[in-house]
């Protein structure tokens, strides 16, 4: 077997503490700027062009960077100082990042975190301190902002924003241009404002949910969301009804801090706690 080599651009930048895998194709033009903190690249990774990865970053294996996509930046904070390093961004592996998107450090002490198997398409963002979770799909211009979370096999299209703080549960999906200030629970479709619109049950079964798990998630929305019920009456009956599943919506409503998404006139439905 051949030995795997790294394929650097003699029009690249690439200075600081910069430690890069096997495999690994810088193209031309890009900037890898180590000079604030440490930046990791695994190995296969693929920089296409004029990208920009600075540190603190930690980057897994086989991920690709298109041009004018830029990681590790500070946030976009006008009273943070640019030159901090604060916690950094860790990404994982077998992520694309398509044109022009962008990811932020962390403030905090915990790092701003990217899963595996997510595609990121052009001019998407991840603020800062946010935690992302796996085979996550963001369309175009769709936007986290800080201190968002977003569960596993979540889908966003074109222009979705959130709310910093706000939370995304697995398997949810926005419709374009849908926006979110409270949180939305696991498997459901949210549109609009802060509106859900239904169960994603054909994400469901894609990911191969058994039809037991599909029935008790419907239950659960019926409970949530048309039952009439106040949230803290919502989150007795579902304990009540005992259960993973029932207990997982329980326990996501109750540690809820901006409450959840509605499904009618939020004048005649409480949106929060």
């Known amino acids: ?95 694309t990042f398509r044109e022009c998107f962008t990811a932020h450090r962390a403030k905090t002490s915990e790092p701003t975190r990217i899963g595996d198997h997510n595609f990121f398409m052009a001019c998407s963002h991840v603020g800062h301190d946010s935690q992302v979770g796996n085979h996550i799909q963001m369309a175009n211009a769709t936007a986290l902002g800080g201190h968002v979370t977003v569960g596993d096999r979540v889908i966003m299209g074109g222009g979705a924003a959130i709310h910093q703080f706000c939370r995304i549960g697995e398997g949810a999906f926005m419709q374009g241009h849908a926006g979110a200030s409270v949180d939305i629970p696991a498997w459901c479709i949210s549109k609009e404002i802060n509106r859900i619109a239904g169960l994603n049950l054909i994400g469901m079964r894609r990911s191969g949910m058994s039809r037991d798990d599909i029935a008790d998630r419907r239950a659960a929305y019926r409970v949530i969301y048309r039952s009439d019920l106040a949230m803290p009456a919502v989150i007795a009956q579902l304990r009540a009804d005992g259960g993973r599943i029932f207990t997982e919506y329980a326990d996501f409503i109750e540690q809820s801090e901006r409450g959840i998404c509605h499904d009618r006139d939020p004048a005649s439905r409480h949106s929060i706690k």
Not at 14 to 25: C, P
Not at 77 to 85: A, L, R
Request: charged residues 15%; aromatic residues 4%.
């Open 1 to 95: 077997m051949p030995e795997l080599a790294t394929t650097i651009h003699p029009s690249a930048v690439i200075e600081g503490d910069v430690t890069l895998g096997a495999d690994v194709v810088i193209g031309p033009n890009c900037v890898i700027d180590g000079t604030i903190g440490p930046v990791r690249v695994g190995n296969r990774c693929r920089l296409v062009a004029n990208c920009y990865l600075t540190g603190p970053l930690t980057m897994g294996e086989d991920n690709t960077v298109w041009p004018a996509a830029a990681l590790g930046a500070p946030p976009q904070d006008i009273g943070w100082n640019p030159s901090d390093p604060g916690a950094g961004l860790i990404v994982g592996s077998h992520n």
